[in-house]
């Protein structure tokens, strides 16, 4: 084994991949609690299949494909197929002080959980086998070459100067944009507009929520690859926006409804999670509070927005992921300082407007990138299987349609 490994920076990143892996159950049951009683399982059931099935996707191409010796700055090479190669020596293009296979398991913990964010768009709707063959296409096709173009050496936004510390354009707007493109694609959902369509469970979705909120550690700070100073500030400013997401959220819900809404304190956490994301390594606790701040406000706005104009993405990825995501990665632009990071530009407010311009064009090739080739996997599928479940189904439930099991023996 090397001698450059740092047991403390293995350490780290092992905990962190951990956390990492603990949000996309997280997901599972925040999401889980918003839906009605007949599709608890089959929304659980998303994130829960999605970490198996890219957990070897991942380790068969995945992770060459995002990672992989550069082509043309768009993709990673076949190098590491079946990660051939791959082993317990550092890597020095990505983590001098850990082993190889370290980063691939951290990494890969990213690339589970964005394509089950996207499942919340399609809830209590889509057929199965669509899901599986959209969620496997998707994180070839979408995540993969966008990680590599943000993330791999010679990756050609990376190249450009794009900041994303742990995932804004590649986790976040590609999943929140996928997510409005899917919403739009499938329709509506039977009875939308005319029936109730409450959440069943808040407790679980708080509970969803705060487990994100933990495991969100690993997935800022860890984004460090190392125990360091970068890892700590990451951790102060991903609670402090968090903290401050929720508290902008509750406060607008309040002032427009009337009370503070426990679900709004919690939509409100992660919209300061996923808005700090991309900034995490790059700015001050006092840029994280503002972040939060815009977050919470944007967010909440996304959805009213989406309520007036009829767009059934069911668990709101689009104005939390899309709209968090897109503010977050340019507010990497305003705030990001070298004070905070020696190897991050300084953004707009520390003297370099440069540096927001290239935001806007990470951001705009995410938007692009994703939206296009969502639509192109989804009508696809359409063509070959069909996305949705006959209205009979979708009636009855996907619990008993699609699984044939009830999520509540009542």
């Known amino acids: 084994m090397s001698s450059e490994i740092n047991a403390g ?40 299949f ?100 943000v993330w791999g050496v010679d990756g050609w936004l990376r190249t450009l100067g794009v900041l994303d510390f742990a995932g804004g354009t590649v986790v976040h707007v590609s999943s929140g944009v996928s997510a409005l493109v899917a919403a739009l694609v499938l329709g509506r959902r039977a009875g939308f507009g005319q029936e109730r369509m409450d959440p069943h469970d808040l407790p679980m979705t708080v509970l969803g929520a705060g487990l994100l909120w933990f495991g969100w550690f690993g997935f800022n700070a860890g984004s460090a690859l190392a125990a360091d100073g970068i890892a700590a500030s990451a951790f102060v400013v991903t609670n402090t926006a968090a903290a401050m997401g929720a508290l902008t959220w509750m406060t607008v819900s309040w002032a427009h409804k009337g009370h503070p809404s426990v679900l709004g304190a919690a939509a409100g956490a992660v919209a300061g999670l996923v808005g700090i994301t991309p900034a995490a390594g790059y700015v001050s606790p006092a840029a994280s509070i503002l972040i939060g701040l815009g977050a919470g406000v944007l967010c909440y706005g996304a959805i009213q927005l989406k309520e007036r104009l009829r767009v ?99």
Request: aromatic letters at 14%; hydrophobic letters at 55%.
């Open 9 to 48: 920076d293995t350490g780290w990143v092992l905990l962190c991949a951990a956390l990492v892996m603990l949000m996309t159950p997280g997901l599972a049951f925040f999401y889980g609690g918003l839906v009605r009683p007949k599709n608890v399982l089959s929304t659980i059931m998303h994130s829960f």
């Open 50 to 149: 999605i970490l198996a099935l890219i957990s070897v996707q991942w380790v068969l191409w995945g992770y060459t494909l995002a990672f992989g010796p550069d082509i043309g700055g768009v993709i990673g090479g076949l190098d590491w197929f079946g990660l051939a190669g791959v082993g317990t020596d550092p890597n020095p293009d990505y983590a001098k002080t850990i082993p190889h296979l370290a980063f691939v398991a951290f990494q890969m913990m990213f690339a589970i959980i964005t394509p089950a964010l996207i499942t919340g768009a399609f809830a209590e709707r889509k057929r199965f086998k669509a899901f599986v063959v959209f969620s496997l296409l998707w994180a070839t096709f979408v995540y993969d070459p966008l990680a590599h173009w």
């Open 312 to 410: 059934d993405d069911a668990l709101d990825v689009w104005a939390v992921h899309g709209v968090g995501g897109t503010w977050g990665a340019l507010a990497t632009g305003l705030f990001a300082s070298s004070a905070v990071n020696s190897a991050a530009a300084d953004g707009l407010f520390y003297g370099n407007p440069a540096q927001f311009f290239i935001q806007v064009v990470g951001v705009a090739a995410a938007w692009v990138f994703a939206g296009g080739m969502t639509w192109i996997i989804l009508k696809l599928i359409d063509v070959v299987i069909g996305l949705r479940v006959p209205e009979q189904e979708e009636v009855l439930g996907l619990d008993l349609s699609q699984h044939g099991e009830p999520a509540y023996q009542l």
